[in-house]
T-cell receptor, first 118, second 105 residues
Protein backbone atom coordinates (compact mmCIF):
# COMPACT_ATOMS: atom_id res chain seq x y z
CA UNK A 1 0.00 0.00 0.00
CA UNK A 2 1.58 3.25 -1.11
CA UNK A 3 -0.50 5.71 0.86
CA UNK A 4 -3.40 7.92 -0.13
CA UNK A 5 -3.79 8.42 -3.87
CA UNK A 6 -5.66 11.25 -5.53
CA UNK A 7 -6.60 11.60 -9.15
CA UNK A 8 -6.18 13.72 -11.15
CA UNK A 9 -3.23 15.74 -9.86
CA UNK A 10 -4.33 18.80 -11.81
CA UNK A 11 -7.61 19.84 -13.35
CA UNK A 12 -8.34 22.93 -15.40
CA UNK A 13 -11.98 23.52 -16.16
CA UNK A 14 -14.19 26.26 -17.50
CA UNK A 15 -16.58 28.02 -15.20
CA UNK A 16 -19.91 26.24 -15.11
CA UNK A 17 -18.53 22.78 -15.83
CA UNK A 18 -18.77 19.86 -13.45
CA UNK A 19 -15.66 18.15 -12.11
CA UNK A 20 -15.10 14.95 -10.15
CA UNK A 21 -12.08 13.99 -8.09
CA UNK A 22 -11.18 10.57 -6.79
CA UNK A 23 -9.41 9.51 -3.61
CA UNK A 24 -8.12 6.05 -2.76
CA UNK A 25 -7.32 5.85 0.96
CA UNK A 26 -5.04 3.47 2.78
CA UNK A 27 -6.95 0.21 2.68
CA UNK A 28 -6.89 -0.43 6.44
CA UNK A 29 -8.23 3.03 7.26
CA UNK A 30 -11.91 3.38 8.05
CA UNK A 31 -12.12 7.15 7.96
CA UNK A 32 -11.74 9.38 4.94
CA UNK A 33 -11.68 13.17 4.85
CA UNK A 34 -11.84 15.90 2.24
CA UNK A 35 -10.20 19.28 2.72
CA UNK A 36 -9.73 22.36 0.59
CA UNK A 37 -6.65 24.57 0.74
CA UNK A 38 -5.99 27.90 -0.92
CA UNK A 39 -2.60 29.55 -1.20
CA UNK A 40 -1.19 30.73 2.10
CA UNK A 41 -4.02 29.26 4.16
CA UNK A 42 -4.44 26.17 6.27
CA UNK A 43 -6.62 23.36 4.95
CA UNK A 44 -10.36 23.79 5.49
CA UNK A 45 -12.48 20.83 6.46
CA UNK A 46 -15.17 19.83 3.97
CA UNK A 47 -16.52 16.44 4.98
CA UNK A 48 -15.64 13.03 6.37
CA UNK A 49 -16.75 9.43 6.13
CA UNK A 50 -16.62 6.58 8.58
CA UNK A 51 -16.66 3.57 6.30
CA UNK A 52 -19.42 4.40 3.78
CA UNK A 53 -21.35 6.78 6.04
CA UNK A 54 -20.88 10.51 5.58
CA UNK A 55 -20.94 11.67 9.19
CA UNK A 56 -20.17 15.36 8.99
CA UNK A 57 -20.26 18.12 6.44
CA UNK A 58 -18.90 21.62 6.76
CA UNK A 59 -21.00 24.65 5.95
CA UNK A 60 -18.33 25.28 3.32
CA UNK A 61 -19.76 22.34 1.42
CA UNK A 62 -22.45 24.10 -0.60
CA UNK A 63 -25.17 22.33 -2.52
CA UNK A 64 -22.88 22.27 -5.53
CA UNK A 65 -20.53 19.91 -3.73
CA UNK A 66 -21.26 16.25 -3.16
CA UNK A 67 -19.08 13.46 -1.86
CA UNK A 68 -19.58 9.74 -1.86
CA UNK A 69 -17.76 6.74 -0.54
CA UNK A 70 -19.47 3.67 -1.92
CA UNK A 71 -18.64 0.44 -0.15
CA UNK A 72 -16.41 2.30 2.24
CA UNK A 73 -13.40 2.20 -0.06
CA UNK A 74 -12.52 4.98 -2.51
CA UNK A 75 -14.30 8.32 -2.44
CA UNK A 76 -15.33 10.88 -5.03
CA UNK A 77 -15.87 14.60 -4.63
CA UNK A 78 -17.96 16.27 -7.29
CA UNK A 79 -18.33 19.98 -7.82
CA UNK A 80 -21.19 21.06 -10.04
CA UNK A 81 -21.36 24.35 -11.94
CA UNK A 82 -17.83 25.32 -10.92
CA UNK A 83 -17.04 28.90 -10.01
CA UNK A 84 -13.72 30.71 -10.01
CA UNK A 85 -13.83 30.72 -6.22
CA UNK A 86 -13.65 26.93 -6.29
CA UNK A 87 -10.05 27.12 -7.50
CA UNK A 88 -7.99 25.47 -4.79
CA UNK A 89 -6.08 22.36 -3.82
CA UNK A 90 -8.45 19.59 -2.78
CA UNK A 91 -6.87 17.24 -0.28
CA UNK A 92 -7.98 13.80 0.79
CA UNK A 93 -6.81 12.08 3.95
CA UNK A 94 -7.52 8.83 5.71
CA UNK A 95 -7.09 7.55 9.23
CA UNK A 96 -7.76 4.58 11.44
CA UNK A 97 -10.30 5.19 14.15
CA UNK A 98 -10.25 2.65 16.94
CA UNK A 99 -12.93 1.71 19.43
CA UNK A 100 -14.71 4.74 20.83
CA UNK A 101 -13.85 6.90 17.87
CA UNK A 102 -10.44 7.78 19.20
CA UNK A 103 -7.53 8.19 16.91
CA UNK A 104 -4.08 7.42 18.16
CA UNK A 105 -2.39 7.93 14.86
CA UNK A 106 -2.31 10.87 12.54
CA UNK A 107 -4.02 11.37 9.27
CA UNK A 108 -2.28 10.39 6.06
CA UNK A 109 -2.80 12.96 3.34
CA UNK A 110 -2.69 12.52 -0.39
CA UNK A 111 -0.81 14.90 -2.66
CA UNK A 112 -4.04 16.64 -3.62
CA UNK A 113 -5.86 17.66 -6.77
CA UNK A 114 -5.23 21.21 -7.88
CA UNK A 115 -8.33 22.69 -9.47
CA UNK A 116 -8.17 25.79 -11.62
CA UNK A 117 -11.45 27.27 -12.83
CA UNK A 118 -11.02 29.66 -15.75
CA UNK B 1 -14.92 29.55 12.98
CA UNK B 2 -13.47 26.53 14.75
CA UNK B 3 -10.06 27.17 13.29
CA UNK B 4 -7.22 27.38 15.77
CA UNK B 5 -4.81 30.27 15.83
CA UNK B 6 -1.06 29.91 15.65
CA UNK B 7 1.61 32.26 16.80
CA UNK B 8 3.84 33.53 15.35
CA UNK B 9 2.56 33.64 11.77
CA UNK B 10 6.13 33.64 10.52
CA UNK B 11 9.44 32.78 12.13
CA UNK B 12 12.95 33.10 10.77
CA UNK B 13 15.91 31.59 12.62
CA UNK B 14 19.49 30.51 12.04
CA UNK B 15 20.35 26.87 11.57
CA UNK B 16 21.05 25.24 14.90
CA UNK B 17 18.67 27.47 16.86
CA UNK B 18 15.43 26.26 18.41
CA UNK B 19 12.01 27.17 17.01
CA UNK B 20 8.85 27.41 19.09
CA UNK B 21 5.34 27.65 17.70
CA UNK B 22 2.17 28.07 19.71
CA UNK B 23 -1.39 27.03 18.98
CA UNK B 24 -4.63 28.16 20.62
CA UNK B 25 -7.67 26.02 20.00
CA UNK B 26 -11.33 26.49 20.72
CA UNK B 27 -13.04 23.24 21.68
CA UNK B 28 -12.51 20.26 23.91
CA UNK B 29 -10.27 17.70 22.28
CA UNK B 30 -9.38 14.02 22.37
CA UNK B 31 -5.98 14.72 20.89
CA UNK B 32 -4.05 17.42 19.10
CA UNK B 33 -1.74 16.86 16.19
CA UNK B 34 0.97 18.81 14.43
CA UNK B 35 1.63 18.69 10.70
CA UNK B 36 4.32 20.03 8.41
CA UNK B 37 3.82 21.21 4.86
CA UNK B 38 6.73 21.99 2.60
CA UNK B 39 6.17 24.52 -0.16
CA UNK B 40 3.95 22.99 -2.81
CA UNK B 41 3.89 19.61 -1.13
CA UNK B 42 1.52 17.54 0.94
CA UNK B 43 0.90 17.54 4.65
CA UNK B 44 3.01 15.25 6.78
CA UNK B 45 1.97 14.15 10.24
CA UNK B 46 4.61 14.96 12.85
CA UNK B 47 3.26 14.08 16.26
CA UNK B 48 0.02 13.42 18.15
CA UNK B 49 -0.55 14.26 21.81
CA UNK B 50 -3.58 12.95 23.66
CA UNK B 51 -5.70 15.08 25.93
CA UNK B 52 -4.42 13.25 29.04
CA UNK B 53 -0.78 13.90 28.11
CA UNK B 54 1.10 17.09 28.94
CA UNK B 55 4.29 16.58 26.99
CA UNK B 56 5.53 14.34 24.23
CA UNK B 57 8.83 13.96 22.43
CA UNK B 58 9.73 12.61 19.01
CA UNK B 59 13.30 13.06 17.86
CA UNK B 60 13.99 16.82 17.76
CA UNK B 61 10.32 17.61 18.36
CA UNK B 62 8.77 18.40 21.70
CA UNK B 63 5.06 19.09 22.05
CA UNK B 64 3.26 20.36 25.12
CA UNK B 65 -0.45 20.54 25.77
CA UNK B 66 -2.31 22.61 28.34
CA UNK B 67 -5.99 21.73 28.14
CA UNK B 68 -6.92 24.28 30.82
CA UNK B 69 -5.62 27.05 28.58
CA UNK B 70 -6.59 25.29 25.35
CA UNK B 71 -3.09 25.71 24.03
CA UNK B 72 -0.23 23.66 22.65
CA UNK B 73 3.32 24.38 21.63
CA UNK B 74 5.72 22.73 19.23
CA UNK B 75 9.44 23.04 19.84
CA UNK B 76 11.93 22.06 17.16
CA UNK B 77 15.42 21.81 18.57
CA UNK B 78 18.69 22.23 16.66
CA UNK B 79 16.86 23.36 13.53
CA UNK B 80 18.08 22.50 10.05
CA UNK B 81 17.50 24.15 6.69
CA UNK B 82 15.30 21.16 5.79
CA UNK B 83 12.90 22.17 8.59
CA UNK B 84 11.85 25.17 6.49
CA UNK B 85 8.11 24.64 6.02
CA UNK B 86 4.69 25.65 7.30
CA UNK B 87 3.60 24.02 10.53
CA UNK B 88 -0.03 23.52 11.48
CA UNK B 89 -1.69 22.38 14.65
CA UNK B 90 -4.75 20.22 14.13
CA UNK B 91 -7.60 19.20 16.41
CA UNK B 92 -10.97 17.60 15.77
CA UNK B 93 -11.24 18.35 12.03
CA UNK B 94 -9.66 21.78 12.11
CA UNK B 95 -6.24 23.12 11.23
CA UNK B 96 -4.70 26.17 12.79
CA UNK B 97 -3.71 29.19 10.75
CA UNK B 98 -0.14 27.93 10.50
CA UNK B 99 3.37 29.16 11.24
CA UNK B 100 5.76 29.66 8.35
CA UNK B 101 9.24 28.69 9.52
CA UNK B 102 12.37 29.66 7.63
CA UNK B 103 15.67 28.19 8.77
CA UNK B 104 18.65 30.10 7.38
CA UNK B 105 21.72 27.94 6.68
Amino acid sequence: DTGVSQDPRHKITKRGQNVTFRCDPISEHNRLYWYRQTLGQGPEFLTYFQNEAQLEKSRLLSDRFSAERPKGSFSTLEIQRTEQGDSAMYLCASSLSVTGGLEFYGYTFGSGTRLTVV
Amino acid sequence: SQQGEEDPQALSIQEGENATMNCSYKTSINNLQWYRQNSGRGLVHLILIRSNEREKHSGRLRVTLDTSKKSSSLLITASRAADTASYFCFYQFYFGTGTSLTVIP
